[in-house]
C-alpha cells in the first residue's frame, strides 16, 4: 500500500479527483483519513507555493485564515479537529473578507492617541453607542468596571443599548471583587450580556474596548484608588485600523478561552479538594462504626472460648450479643459496598413484579422484635388496598423500608410510628400533583413518627452522603435509599409534621394487578 502523509504533492488540478485505488491521504487542516480512488473527490489547494489536501471546503477556508494568521507556525497546529470543533478559532482568526480588507487597507487608517483623558471617555461612550453587532469590554481591575458602569453612566448606556439593539451581544471580562458582584449580577440580567471573571495572572494595566469587530479603544490605567474615570485614566489610543482592531479582538479571545479555563481549574480542583475529604471523611467513619460491632464479637467469643464455667443459658445470651453485632457488621458493610457501587455507577436492579404491602408486613414484623424495652414504641400499618403490586427490586427496597423505619425508632422514644401505603397520582414532594391515569400511578410510602423532626442545619443535604442528625452512623442510610429509590423511577423526600416528628415519603411506579379491598 502506497501511503502519503497531508503535506505530500499531488500534480492535479484544483479539485481534481486523486485517482489511485489504495492512496491513504490526511485532510491538511482536521487531520482526517481521506480515501483516493476513483469515485472520491479530494480537495487540492495550493496556498503560499504548496498544495495540501482537504475533506471539505470549510477547512480549505479555515486553513487559508490560520496560514494568514500563523505563517510558517501553522505547521505546528495541522492535523487537528480543534479548529473545527472549537469556536474559539473562528472568533480569534480573521474571516477572509477581514483579510482581503486588511489588505486592501489604506496606507492611512484612523490611528490616534488621546492625553486627554475626559476626550477619550466620550469617545469611549461614541463608540459603544454605534455599536450594532457586538462589543467586547476587557477592563484592567474590577475597580475600572465600577467606574465605568456606575460613575461614568455606562450601566444606562448600555442598558438603552441592548434595548435599541435585541440582537447585539456584549462581553465583559473583568477581575473580581466583591464591590461589583450586585452590578456584574444587574448586568447578567440583559440575556444578550455576559460576564467573566480574570484570574490574576490575567489582569492586565489596560482597558479594551472593541466594537463591531471593526473600531478599538485601549486606554492606560494610572490610578486605581480613585473614584472618578478621568482621574483614573492616563494615555488612549483610538484605531479603525482592521489589522489593529483585529489584534485586541486576538487578546480578548484568548482571555476569554484562558478565563474558562481557570473557571474550569478551579472547578476540578474543588471537586478533588472534596474527593479528597470525603474519602477521609468515609474511611474514618467506617473505621469507627466497624469497630463498634468488632469489639463485642472478639471480646465475647474470647469470654466463651476461655470460660469453661458457663451455662447454657449464659452461652446463648452471650451468642445472641454475638449475632446481633455480626448482623450490624454485615449491614455495615453492605452500606459501604452499595456507596462504592453508587459512585462507580455500577448499582443495578433485579425487577420483579411483588406485593409492597406484603413486603411492608414482613419488614414491619422484623423490626419490632428488635426494639428495646426503654422505647415505648408502637409501629402500625395503614393501607387502603389489601396488596399495591410494583416493578420493583424486592431485596433493595426491603433495604429502604428497614433504613426508614429504623431511622423512625432511631430518633423517636415514646409514640407510635405509622407506615402508610396508598395509591397515588403524586410522583414527587407534596406538593407536587401530577395528572397521571391509572398506568402511571405510584405507590406512596410514608413513614411517620413523633420523633425530633429533622434539623434546620440538615434539611437541604439530608440525602446527602454522611449527613447524619447525631454522632453516632455513618450517614449513608438515606443516601443509599435516595438512589435505590430513583434507580426504580421514583422520588424520596422529608419533611416535619406540624405537630411532632417527620414524615418520610418515597414513591414506586405501580403494576396493574393490584387488588382493592
Known amino acids: 500500500m502506497n501511503t502519503q502523509n497531508e503535506n505530500t504533492p499531488v500534480h492535479s488540478k484544483n479539485k481534481e479527483k486523486v485517482e489511485a485505488k489504495e492512496v491513504i491521504l490526511k485532510c491538511s487542516l482536521c487531520g482526517k483519513k481521506l480515501f483516493a480512488n476513483e469515485s472520491s473527490d479530494i480537495i487540492i489547494e495550493e496556498i503560499a507555493g504548496a498544495q495540501y489536501h482537504f475533506d471539505n471546503p470549510q477547512c480549505v477556508i479555515m486553513f487559508k485564515r490560520l496560514n494568514h494568521a500563523y505563517g510558517k507556525n501553522l505547521k505546528n497546529f495541522m492535523g487537528t479537529t480543534q479548529f473545527i470543533s472549537d469556536p474559539f478559532w473562528d472568533k480569534t482568526i480573521p474571516t477572509v473578507e477581514e483579510i482581503n480588507e486588511i489588505h486592501q487597507e489604506s496606507n492611512k487608517p484612523d490611528i490616534r492617541v488621546i492625553d486627554n483623558p475626559e476626550e477619550a471617555l466620550n469617545r469611549g461612550n461614541q463608540l459603544i453607542e454605534s455599536a450594532t453587532n457586538e462589543i467586547l469590554l476587557l477592563f484592567s481591575s474590577a475597580n475600572a468596571l465600577y467606574r465605568r458602569f456606575v460613575n461614568a453612566n455606562g450601566f444606562n448606556i448600555t442598558r438603552d443599548l441592548v434595548q435599541a439593539h435585541k440582537d447585539i451581544k456584549i462581553r465583559v471580562l473583568t477581575p473580581f471583587d466583591k464591590k461589583i458582584s450586585g452590578l456584574v449580577n444587574d448586568l447578567k440580567k440583559f440575556s444578550n450580556i455576559e460576564v467573566k471573571f480574570l484570574a490574576e495572572p490575567l489582569h492586565l494595566k489596560v482597558t479594551i474596548v472593541v466594537v463591531d469587530r471593526s473600531y478599538s479603544m485601549a486606554v492606560e490605567l494610572v490610578n486605581d484608588d480613585v473614584d472618578n474615570s478621568i482621574e483614573a485614566m492616563g494615555l488612549s489610543t483610538f484605531s479603525n485600523s482592521k489589522s489593529t482592531v483585529l489584534y485586541y479582538v486576538s487578546i480578548f479571545e484568548s482571555l476569554w478561552k484562558q478565563a474558562d479555563i481557570y473557571k474550569k481549574a478551579e472547578e476540578l480542583y474543588d471537586q478533588l479538594k472534596y474527593k479528597n475529604e470525603t474519602q477521609r471523611q468515609f474511611l474514618n467513619i467506617a473505621a469507627h462504626e466497624l469497630r463498634n460491632p468488632i469489639q463485642p464479637i472478639l471480646g465475647l467469643a474470647e469470654v466463651m472460648l476461655s470460660n469453661k464455667s458457663l451455662n447454657v443459658i449464659q452461652q446463648e445470651e452471650l451468642l445472641r450479643i454475638i449475632i446481633n453485632n455480626a448482623k450490624k457488621l454485615h449491614f455495615l458493610t453492605n452500606n459501604l459496598l452499595d456507596v462504592a457501587r453508587i459512585d462507580e455507577n455500577l448499582f443495578s436492579l433485579e425487577l420483579q413484579e411483588f406485593d409492597i404491602v406484603g413486603l411492608a408486613n414482613d419488614v414491619i414484623k422484623e423490626v419490632k422484635n428488635q426494639i428495646t424495652n426503654n422505647k415505648k414504641i408502637k409501629i402500625d400499618l395503614q393501607c387502603t388496598e389489601k396488596s399495591l403490586n410494583v416493578n420493583g427490586d424486592k431485596i433493595r427496597l426491603n433495604q429502604v423500608f428497614l433504613n426508614l423505619i429504623n431511622n423512625a425508632i432511631k430518633y423517636t422514644d415514646e409514640g407510635d410510628i405509622l407506615v402508610s401505603i396508598k395509591r397515588s397520582n403524586v410522583n414527587g414532594n407534596s406538593n407536587n400533583n401530577l395528572n397521571n391515569t391509572d398506568n402511571d400511578t405510584v405507590a406512596l410510602v410514608q413513614i411517620i413518627d413523633k420523633g425530633m423532626g ?37 422520588k424520596i423526600w422529608a419533611e416535619n409534621n406540624t405537630d411532632k416528628g417527620a414524615t418520610f415519603s418515597f414513591t414506586i411506579p405501580t403494576t396493574t394487578t393490584s387488588r382493592t379491598r
Open 454 to 490: 429533622i434539623q434546620e442545619n440538615i434539611k437541604q443535604k439530608l440525602f446527602s452522603k454522611f449527613t447524619k442528625g447525631t454522632k453516632m452512623g455513618t450517614g449513608l442510610g438515606l443516601f443509599i435509599c435516595k438512589n435505590i429509590v430513583e434507580n426504580h423511577g421514583g
